[in-house]
DNA sequence: CTGAAAGCGCTAACAA
DNA sequence: TTGTTAGCGCTTTCAG
């Protein structure tokens, strides 16, 4: 079937293209009668307008752009969620771009603006050199950051030296002096959150007086199991941690794994905190660092559809608290508790 | 900055519009130094094609839309996973409309074809009417279900009957006779897998001759909480099941809470099975029936590409088969291991 | 091999 | 109030 054009309607209802534009667009200056024609036209020809035309002829694609990384990360899904609930209920389409690899992050980076193939960018956990933000800022498409940092950028970010910080005053409080953290790659160019986390570790620690013990600190790719190895790695030290502090709770389940594995009670023998709060935390009872992730997801696209509507004259920042959430996987540690 | 147009590179190059599009398209009815002068011209322009433009002049969005339900649902979000993963590998761009309420179903299923706004469509555990399905016949965009059934479309589906008849079979296996089974409204037109496992169910207790007790089954609104209070109701009875069978994993954890608030020992004292095989469940250490939820959208998704290819004279029909994962929420009743 | 010109379907400015 | 027309930026005949 060939579909019917606003050519089509025009000759049906006997009048010309502009007037059915005006009826299309709900323009005032139709008279009753010529829109009833051209509204019985329409019925009669199921006809709608194509949005690929129109969006040419109006310059604008009426689209929002998502760039993701790591469909596969836990936490950025919960931050699309977010996304997804503000862009679906306004008038744009969202167009999902999945970055799993180098090349397809610069693609996606250069192309998508340079190509007006979206009106306004929103940016997931991914952090932008300053030559892709110049790109970006010549391209003038509005766009916002989520959970990434840049000073040039609109952003939604998290507090995460907060976040680290509270959740090793948390173990320090329940009497714990040897507490390990477990991570991704600290020098990744790409992830302040682990800088940042990295960083309110040592701030709680040295608050105290405990010295930073680089035995103590592990990081390997992200995952559940090299988190498990990292964690085994810990435990034969000699006087290994008493506590772990993970960088997320995906690598948290992977230090519930290894003490299962060592047949090590948890918390009893080794506490756990992990950071994001993510449904499998709840399910397991982890004690976790909150972060707002469905609502960064929220905040950042409805930061980018006022952007879009009115432009700023300066960068704005939204940054999100972090909060503890007790459960089950922390406790004083035996020397101290017994 | 506005952007450069092929215009401006024609003048820059001295060359008409047809040629730089020639280049751009890669033809080789181009001399070598004509194209040489045009890519220069390019460069130094940072010319990219617009793509609104390319796709009206072409008719071809270049853009598979991809229809899904309660973004929230993990297992939906699953095989989106697998979707996605083949179609950022593809040329295709992917815009996702999330489905969450009714009047929101009815646009996106009838405004995106009919807008032509994708080449092809791509619907996930969502169940069509014969009018919608008529209608996108109309509309003639390819289209193809995941975890959804139609004797029209083409489809990715999983044998959920085989499945729930392999959970029961297992629960009957172990000793148990009465086997509840909690699941989402039986009666919801748009939700046959439901159903589908529910005969599975069935099936099994038939033919052992258990006969069907219509207390023993209870439906609600998906979700965890819905699954814990029927598990209260269900154990609440005279003579409680002393299995479950969850129609989903996210309900399974909802049984497990249940049981866990009644101090009640799984699986000693109650075993629990579930569906899906979220990421959760292997967590949480859940027996469950694995339905291939990635593959299920990488197998879609190329169905959809080769569809949009060449169309099939019949509707293609993919049958994924389901899977026993034994873990630890099932055992022997109490009366028959005693 | 290359340029000119006619669309793709729509919007909006301009006349009438 | 309405019809006509010139684009939007690209592709693709059709001549040459």
Known sequence: MTTATIRDVARKAGVGVGTVSRVINGSPAVSQATRQKVLDAIETLDFSPNLVARRLSLGKTQTIGVIVPYFTNPSVVERLRGVVSVIAASDYDMVLFDVETVVRRETCLRDVPRRRQVDGLLIVSLELTDEEVD????????????????????QVIVDNVQGGYIATKHLIELGHRRIGYISDFLNDPFNSPVRDRYTGYYKALAEVGISLRPDYHRQALHGRDEARKMTHDLLDLQDPPTAIFAYSD???????EAARERALNVPADLSVIGFDDIEAAEYLNITTIQQA????????????LELMSASFPTPRKILLPTKLIKRRTTASPREVAG
Chains 1, 2 share one sequence.
């Open 293 to 304: 992730l469905f609502d960064s997801g929220v905040r950042g696209s409805k930061l980018l």
């Open 135 to 154: 790109r970006l800022d010549r391209s003038d498409i509005p766009t916002v950051l989520v959970d990434a940092r840049h000073p040039d950028l609109n």
């Open 250 to 256: 995906t690598q948290a389940i992977g230090v519930l």
